[in-house]
T-cell receptor, first 112, second 115 residues
């Protein structure tokens, strides 16, 4: 029940495309859903996050869509750029601060 | 502002040897975490500290892993003895809660290879 399932494992798009990464969870106690971006050799860095009281959050070219009833959330990257090529992790936090449960990750490649 | 600093960046050891990792969190961050990231997977929490106190170590394999955070600042994570399955990237992170959200700042990690 603590799992966060992420798909797809990998994704290739052309520059300007809109990659979409999906995550699903089971635990209804999760109350905070961040997305992290990780470049090779670096630690993950927070990209954008949402709480379940809103259905969408947008920051720059990154948008989270949240469907509480379906227990799913997704990351959309508008006008993707080669510099967006990285591994993206969704995560969810339970009642305990800091205990993030991460998805398996999606390797995104944006071709020029 | 300096980020989370970890050392060493890489460590190669033979199985049954001990190994230690060091982390210096962002100044002023009271919460410190150690995560383990296996190849092709997301990070998994090993232990979380609030100042000097380990408040969540339920996922730390205590038969071989130990951690400490003296004076509520730097932290070390130790494995003794190491096993082949311990090969992974060990990430340290720190945070300061703000308005119900929590932004974790990760270091670049220590990549451990156990031969």
């Amino acid at each position: 029940q603590q799992q966060v399932k992420q798909s797809p494992q990998s994704l290739i798009v052309q520059k300007g495309g809109i990659p979409i990464i999906n995550c699903a969870y089971e635990n209804t106690a999760f109350d905070y859903f961040p997305w992290y971006q990780q470049f090779p050799g670096k630690g993950p860095a927070l990209l954008i996050a949402i709480r379940p009281d809103v259905s969408e959050k947008k920051e720059g070219r990154f948008t989270i869509s949240f469907n509480k009833s379906a227990k799913q959330f997704s990351l959309h990257i508008m006008d993707s750029q080669p510099g967006d090529s990285a591994t993206y992790f969704c995560a969810a936090r339970g009642t305990s601060y800091g205990k993030l449960t991460f998805g398996q990750g999606t390797i995104l490649t944006v071709h020029p | 502002e300096a980020g989370v600093v970890q050392s060493p960046r890489y460590k190669i050891i033979e199985k049954k040897q001990p190994v230690a990792f060091w982390c210096n969190p962002i100044s002023g961050h009271n919460t410190l975490y150690w995560y383990r990231q296996n190849l092709g997977q997301g990070p998994e929490l090993l232990i979380r500290y609030e100042n000097e106190e380990a408040v969540d170590d339920s996922q730390l394999p205590k038969d071989r892993f130990s951690a400490e955070r003296l004076k509520g600042v730097d932290s070390t994570l130790k494995i003794q003895p190491a096993e082949l399955g311990d090969s992974a990237v060990y990430l340290c992170a720190s945070s300061q809660p703000y308005r119900g959200h929590e932004k974790l700042f990760f270091g670049s990690g220590t990549q451990l290879s156990v031969l």
